[in-house]
T-cell receptor, first 110, second 113 residues
Framework: EDQVTQSPEALRLQEGESSSLNCSYTVSGLRGLFWYRQDPGKGPEFLFTLYSAGEEKEKERLKATLTKKESFLHITAPKPEDSATYLCAVQRGSQGNLIFGKGTKLSVKP | DAGVIQSPRHEVTEMGQEVTLRCKPISGHNSLFWYRQTMMRGLELLIYFNNNVPIDDSGMPEDRFSAKMPNASFSTLKIQPSEPRDSAVYFC???????????FGPGTRLTVL
């Protein structure tokens, strides 16, 4: 069965304290792995797509990496505005639908 | 572009009543997705359409739930009769083709008393 597990469930950081979020997945025929950000009271917002092991993508203080079994979202010198829930999702085969993990809620204190 | 539009934003109803949620996807997108989000189960896909045709409805909980997409610019998700366990935030999302880059609406927070 396809499965996406994110850890930790919640993470509290001080401003400037770098860390990583983990997304472990089990899926047959991975087509792509996606990271989304969700702010309270809003819908998820797309951040990155990763297609193959070894691939990396960067956006401001965020960098996403992918291996054959997991993906990491590295946050360098985070700011309070980075506080949000980060969701990981996988897509398999030719299907359009995504399977989401339950997310990591990140809080960055000034 | 206005993005994905959902209505209503909040809905409070009583058990047994019919609930209809509405969605207008981004113009030009030909895939539309309905999701449900709860604390316990996270974000779950209910159904998705491609070119107005339902492709995968395996996530629809039971016969009380139904979804339609009569044209490329409008979709509805109906719950009849509603139950308290249906309380959740329902999101609509759209994308171009089978791209995993989906654009989500603001959601409808449904409370069934």
């Amino acid at each position: 069965e396809d499965q996406v597990t994110q850890s930790p469930e919640a993470l509290r950081l001080q401003e400037g304290e770098s860390s990583s979020l983990n997304c472990s997945y089990t899926v047959s025929g991975l087509r792509g792995l996606f990271w989304y950000r969700q702010d309270p009271g809003k819908g998820p917002e797309f951040l990155f797509t990763l297609y193959s092991a070894g691939e990396e993508k960067e956006k401001e203080r965020l960098k996403a990496t992918l291996t054959k079994k997991e993906s990491f979202l590295h946050i360098t010198a985070p700011k309070p505005e980075d506080s949000a829930t980060y969701l990981c999702a996988v897509q398999r085969g030719s299907q359009g639908n995504l399977i989401f993990g339950k997310g990591t809620k990140l809080s960055v204190k000034p | 572009d206005a993005g994905v539009i959902q209505s209503p934003r909040h809905e409070v109803t009583e058990m047994g009543q019919e609930v209809t949620l509405r969605c207008k996807p981004i113009s030009g997108h030909n895939s539309l997705f309905w999701y449900r989000q709860t604390m316990m189960r996270g974000l779950e896909l209910l159904i998705y359409f491609n070119n107005n045709v339902p492709i995968d409805d395996s996530g629809m909980p039971e016969d009380r739930f139904s979804a339609k997409m009569p044209n490329a610019s409008f979709s509805t998700l109906k719950i009849q009769p509603s139950e308290p366990r249906d309380s959740a935030v329902y999101f609509c999302a759209s994308s171009f083709g089978t791209s995993g880059e989906q654009f989500f609406g603001p959601g409808t927070r449904l409370t069934v008393l």
